[in-house]
C-alpha cells in the first residue's frame, strides 16, 4: 500500500512541506477542566493526598495550637517574637493548623478525589456483579494450573459421549456451587464447559475501605463543627458545673451550641497515686508512680448524684460527655496576714510540676492589705532534700517532708490594666525583689504548720496544708460513635481486598470418539498463589466424583 506523500516516522529527514514535530490539539477550559479532574478522581493522587494530610498534621503536633493549649501559644509568642509573626502569618497559620485555608484546601481536595475515585467504581462493580461469568477460553492450556484427563468408553456413539459430557459438567457445576462460585453452562459445536467466578468480596472489600474513608472524612468534619472541650483545674474538694463560664479555657467548634451541654456537675474528692514498690523486680524505679486515680462526684440538677473514678487513659462516661484526667500536682494552702494579723490571703494554689519527684513551680499574688502589691515566686518540694550544693530538691512526690520556698516581689503586679494574665506567671518588670537572688537576703523556707515573717515587717506568711490538684477535660464530640464505626468498616474492607482471592474456573468437557476429554484450568485477577493448587485439587475431586 503506498503512503501519503507527507507521510513522516521520524526515520528519514522531514521534507519541506512536512513538519517534523507532532503537536497536541488545543485542549481548551473544557478539556483542560476535564484532564484535571481525572488526575483529581485517579487512587493515586488520592494517596498523595491521604499522604499529605498526615505530612501536614505534623506542625499541628509540633507547634502549640489555640484550639488545645492556648497558654503554650502565650508562651511561645514570649519567647519567640519574631518567629511567632512569622508562623502565625496567613499563610502559614502554624498556631491554627487544623483550621487554616492550606489544610483545609488539603482535606476538601482528597474528599472530592475519594468520592470521585470510589462511585464510578461502584457503578462498574455493580454492573460486573450482575453480569454473567465471562465465556471460556477456546485454549484452556495457556491458563493457569491446565490439566486435561479422558474418560474412555470403548464403543460409545456420538450422543452416549454427548451424554456423558452434560453429566460431567452437571457434577463440576454442582461441586462450583457449593465452594461459592458463581456459575454458568455454556455449549458450542465442539464442546460444553462450565464457567466460574468468585472473589467479588476483594473488590467490595476495596470500596467499603474508601466508602469508609469518606465517612470518616464526613464524621471528622460534623464532630469537629459540633464537639466542645472544656478544661478546669479542681483541688481536692472543689467542684464544677457543665457550663461555659465555669471552666479555665474551652474549646468550642464552629457549630457548637451552648444549650447543647449536658447539665451535671462534678466535685473533685481525693487523688490515689500508686507507686512502684521496692520489693517489684523493677527496684531501681522504686518510689516512681505507676498509676494516678480521680476519686469523683457526680450529680445532676435532679438530686441524683453517683461516684466515679478517673484514671490516666481512661476517661469516665457519664451524661453523654468523657471526662479525662490530663495531671496532677499540689496545690499548697497558704495564708498571709499583714502587721495586725488580719488576714489578706488564703488560697490553695496549685503549682506546676517540674520533674517526676514533682518539685514544683508555683506564683502567688496578693494585691491588698499589705500597703502595696505583693508577689511570691517559688518551688514547692514535696519530700525536701538539700543537695551538696546547697539547692533544694524533692527526693519523692509523695508528701513525706515537705517545704515552700519563696522570693517576694513588691511593686506593680499588672492587674491594674485589666489585661487577663497567667496565673502560673509573675511579670516581674515593674517589681522590685526583696529576696533571693543578688538582694543579700535569703529566700522565705515554709515548713507546714510553720509561720515565717515577710520582710520589711510586712506580716506573716504560713504553710496551712498541701492538698492535691487535677485538671480535667470534659469532651463532647457526637460523632465520636460513628468515626469508630466507619473506621472498623474500612479495616474490615481493607483485610477483605488484601486477603480474599479473586479468580476464575473452567472446567470443559469434549465429546468425541470412545470417550469424553475434560480440561481443567483457572486465572487470577491479581497476586493468587494458590490458584494452580485449587485447579488440581478441583480436577481430583471431580474425576473422584464421576
Known amino acids: 500500500m503506498s503512503r501519503p506523500s507527507d507521510f513522516y516516522d521520524g526515520s528519514q529527514p522531514a521534507s519541506k512541506n512536512t513538519e517534523a514535530r507532532v503537536e497536541s490539539p488545543d485542549l481548551g477550559i473544557i478539556g483542560w477542566g476535564r484532564w484535571f479532574w481525572r488526575q483529581l478522581t485517579s487512587m493515586r493522587v488520592a494517596l498523595i493526598l491521604l499522604l499529605l494530610l498526615a505530612v501536614a498534621a505534623i506542625p499541628g503536633s509540633v507547634l502549640p495550637q489555640r484550639s488545645a493549649d492556648p497558654n503554650g501559644v502565650v508562651a511561645f509568642e514570649r519567647n519567640n517574637p519574631e518567629l511567632f509573626k512569622i508562623l502565625d502569618a496567613f499563610p502559614i497559620q502554624g498556631f491554627d493548623v487544623y483550621s487554616s485555608a492550606w489544610f483545609g484546601a488539603i482535606y476538601i481536595l482528597l474528599f472530592v478525589s475519594l468520592i470521585g475515585c470510589v462511585l464510578p467504581r461502584i457503578k462498574h462493580h455493580w454492573v460486573a456483579m450482575r453480569n ?3 465465556k471460556t477460553p477456546a485454549r484452556l492450556n495457556r491458563m493457569a494450573g491446565f490439566t486435561e484427563t479422558r474418560l474412555e468408553k470403548a464403543g460409545a456413539t456420538a450422543e452416549e459421549a454427548d451424554a456423558v459430557a452434560e453429566q460431567a459438567i452437571a457434577v463440576a457445576r454442582d461441586m462450583l456451587d457449593k465452594k461459592r462460585y458463581r456459575t454458568v453452562v455454556r455449549r458450542t459445536k465442539r464442546d460444553i464447559s462450565v464457567s466460574a467466578e468468585r472473589g467479588y468480596l476483594r473488590e467490595t472489600g476495596n470500596l467499603v475501605f474508601h466508602s469508609a474513608l469518606v465517612g470518616v472524612l464526613i464524621a471528622m468534619g460534623i464532630g469537629g463543627g459540633l464537639s466542645f472541650h472544656g478544661q478546669r483545674v479542681l483541688v481536692e474538694g472543689e467542684a464544677l458545673t457543665n457550663a461555659i463560664l465555669d471552666f479555665d479555657t474551652v474549646n468550642p467548634g464552629a457549630f457548637f451550641d451552648d444549650a447543647s451541654l449536658d447539665n451535671f456537675g462534678m466535685r473533685f474528692e481525693s487523688l490515689d497515686v500508686q507507686y512502684v514498690s521496692p520489693d517489684d523486680e523493677n527496684a531501681a524505679a522504686a518510689g516512681m508512680p505507676l498509676d494516678f486515680t480521680a476519686n469523683v462526684r457526680l450529680f445532676k440538677t435532679d438530686g441524683t448524684e453517683k461516684d466515679g473514678q478517673i484514671r490516666v487513659n481512661h476517661p469516665l462516661r457519664e451524661y453523654g460527655s468523657q471526662i479525662y484526667l490530663l495531671g496532677n500536682g499540689y496545690a499548697p494552702t497558704v495564708t498571709v496576714k499583714n502587721a495586725e494579723g488580719e488576714t489578706v490571703f488564703s488560697e490553695s494554689t496549685p503549682f506546676l510540676p517540674q520533674d517526676a519527684n514533682l518539685t514544683s513551680l508555683g506564683v502567688l499574688k496578693v494585691p491588698f492589705g499589705l500597703g502595696e502589691q505583693v508577689g511570691l515566686r ?70 507546714m504548720g510553720e509561720t515565717v515573717d515577710l520582710p520589711n515587717g510586712m506580716g506573716t506568711i504560713s504553710l496551712d496544708a ?10 463532647r464530640n457526637p460523632a465520636q ?66
Not at 498541701?466 to 469532651?475: I, Q
Open 132 to 134: 454473567e461469568p465471562p
Open 466 to 475: 498541701a492538698p492535691r490538684f487535677a485538671s480535667f477535660d470534659v469532651m
Open 481 to 546: 460513635v460513628w468515626v469508630l464505626v466507619f473506621a472498623l468498616l474500612a479495616t474490615a474492607g481493607l483485610l477483605s481486598s488484601l486477603f480474599v482471592p479473586r479468580r476464575r474456573l473452567w472446567v470443559k468437557a469434549i465429546p468425541g470418539d470412545g470417550g469424553v476429554t475434560l480440561q481443567y484450568a483457572g486465572l487470577a485477577r491479581g497476586d493468587d498463589p494458590t490458584l494452580d493448587r485449587s485447579v488440581a485439587d478441583l480436577s481430583e475431586e471431580h474425576r473422584t466424583r464421576l
Open 378 to 447: 517559688g518551688f514547692f518540694y514535696p519530700t525536701a532534700k538539700q543537695l551538696d550544693s546547697g539547692a533544694w530538691a524533692s527526693s519523692f512526690s509523695d508528701l513525706t517532708d515537705p517545704l515552700l520556698t519563696l522570693d517576694v516581689f513588691v511593686g506593680d503586679l499588672g492587674i491594674n490594666e485589666g489585661i487577663p494574665q497567667s496565673v502560673y506567671t509573675l511579670d516581674t518588670e515593674n517589681m522590685e525583689r526583696l529576696t533571693g537572688g543578688d538582694t543579700g537576703t535569703k529566700s522565705l523556707r515554709v515548713k
